[in-house]
């Protein structure tokens, strides 16, 4: 089997030579540059094509990992330009969309497909290793699924078939605990600097906490991993966090009672089952007095 890859970028690259690795046929790339396919083509051994056609036509299955905004154009290309005139199985590696942005190339007979890697690719190199350890999710056509499901089962990857109109949320999830923590460590860096700590400093401080965060949760789930002062129920903390944010910026304290809010309805599931002091915790979240 002779594949095929559309964009030359990161995840492209880096999954062209993961699959060359594992004994795959990477036939090329073509990119939007001549020079990205030519990297990523002295990478694994293949070819870099100048034309569309050339690649197109010579590979049976062939991945789409442009940036998202591009999948459909490369997609109109295809059918403008008479470029798919015989059933091929077309992938695109976007997190966000499903096949349904290639549905017109079945017209002619393909099988389409999104395969996202649940992994973020900071760099080719460091990609291709991570990829070993990559869960992926997987939708599309049901006649020729088997084929993707076989690559994956070959390079040793797990991963889960998700349908077709559940790609949003899927997407939402990964999101919120890849982008969104970035984001809150963040916040929670901004406010040391607010005493004097600086945000290296204080990411190394932290390290150790956050790394053992996400083992106790890797251990044990979410709701038995949660510890601090909501989970014990100590509502005298939450107050004094409170008032140590409400001087410093009002979008922070915003941010502290949403995530608090959150937090409480984690604590219920396992660690927090006094009633009273639920409520006071919601109503303190809530900007209410619960006196």
Same mark, same amino acid.
């Given at each position: ?41 002295? &990478? ?57 942005? &290639? ?17 973020s690719f900071a760099d080719i190199k460091s990609a291709v290793k991570d990829l070993q350890h990559t869960v992926f999710s997987l939708e599309g056509d049901k006649e ?40 809150? &460590? ?7 600097e607010t005493i004097g700590i600086d945000k290296d400093k204080g990411y190394k401080a932290l390290y150790p906490l956050i790394q053992g965060s996400i083992e106790n ?75």
């Amino acid at each position: 089997m002779k594949i095929g890859f559309i964009g030359a970028g990161k995840v492209g690259t880096a999954m062209g030579v993961y699959l060359k690795e594992k004994n795959y046929n990477i036939l090329g790339y073509y990119s939007r540059t001549y020079e990205s396919a030519q990297n990523a083509a002295a &990478l694994t051994n293949s070819n870099a094509s100048i034309k569309l056609e050339s690649l197109v036509k010579n590979s049976d299955l062939l991945f789409i990992t442009t940036n998202d905004d591009e999948i459909s154009n490369i997609c109109n290309r295809l059918l403008d330009e008479g470029l798919i005139n015989e059933e091929k199985i077309v992938v695109h590696m976007s997190g966000a969309d499903s096949s349904k942005i &290639l549905e017109k190339l079945k017209k002619k007979g393909c099988y389409i497909y999104s395969l996202h890697p649940l992994q973020s690719f900071a760099d080719i190199k460091s990609a291709v290793k991570d990829l070993q350890h990559t869960v992926f999710s997987l939708e599309g056509d049901k006649e020729k699924i088997k084929v993707i499901e076989d690559i994956l089962k070959t390079t040793g990857n797990k991963y889960f078939i998700i349908q077709t109109e559940q790609k949003a949320l899927y997407h939402v999830a990964a999101c919120v605990v890849s982008n969104y923590l970035v984001s809150l &460590l963040d916040y929670g860096l901004s406010i040391f600097e607010t005493i004097g700590i600086d945000k290296d400093k204080g990411y190394k401080a932290l390290y150790p906490l956050i790394q053992g965060s996400i083992e106790n949760i890797k251990n044990l789930g979410t709701s038995k991993a949660l510890t601090g002062p909501i989970a014990r129920g100590d509502v005298n903390t939450i107050e004094k966090h409170i008032e140590a944010l409400k001087n410093i910026n009002p979008q922070w304290l915003d941010m502290y009672k949403t995530l608090g809010f959150a937090t409480i309805e984690v604590a219920q599931k396992e660690k927090l089952k006094n009633l009273e002091k639920i409520d006071k915790l919601k109503k303190i979240m809530k900007g209410c007095n619960y006196e």
